[in-house]
């Protein structure tokens, strides 16, 4: 078993940045895969970013490239989304998820196992 916790959500201006956290917990990380998903009211949940524990390999969808960076603290087995130039389509419920690793990377959410609760991010205009 895998446990995430999310946390680092709010309200921010367009333009403006936050820094969201997932701490994972249970099983070693190492063979994991831990991805950034998110979920906007009536719409299907989304893949954001992911990164592989063991050499941190990272991946983005092409709506946050450039603006969201992903990455992980071994030492504290915590993930951060450092999201800067938010707009209002941001705006979601973000998730942090795991799967065992695989070279090529999951990019819907059924292929991950473990999910955290969310946290919502505002981003008004």
């Known amino acids: 078993q895998v446990q995430l916790e999310e946390s680092g959500g709010g309200l921010v201006l367009a333009g403006g940045s936050l820094r969201l956290s997932c701490a994972g917990s249970?099983?070693?990380?190492?063979?994991?895969?831990i991805a950034w998903f998110r979920q906007a009211p009536g719409k299907e949940r989304e893949f954001v970013a992911a990164i592989t524990w063991s050499v941190g390999r990272t991946t983005y969808s092409d709506s946050v490239k450039g603006r969201f960076t992903i990455s992980r603290d071994n030492a504290n087995t915590t993930v951060y989304l450092q999201m800067n130039s938010l707009r209002p389509e941001d705006t979601a419920v973000y998730y942090c998820a795991a799967t065992r690793y695989s070279y090529s990377f999951p990019r819907t959410a059924p292929n991950y196992a473990y999910w955290g609760q969310g946290t919502q991010v505002t981003v008004s205009s």
């Open positions: 249970g099983r070693t990380l190492s063979s994991h895969i």
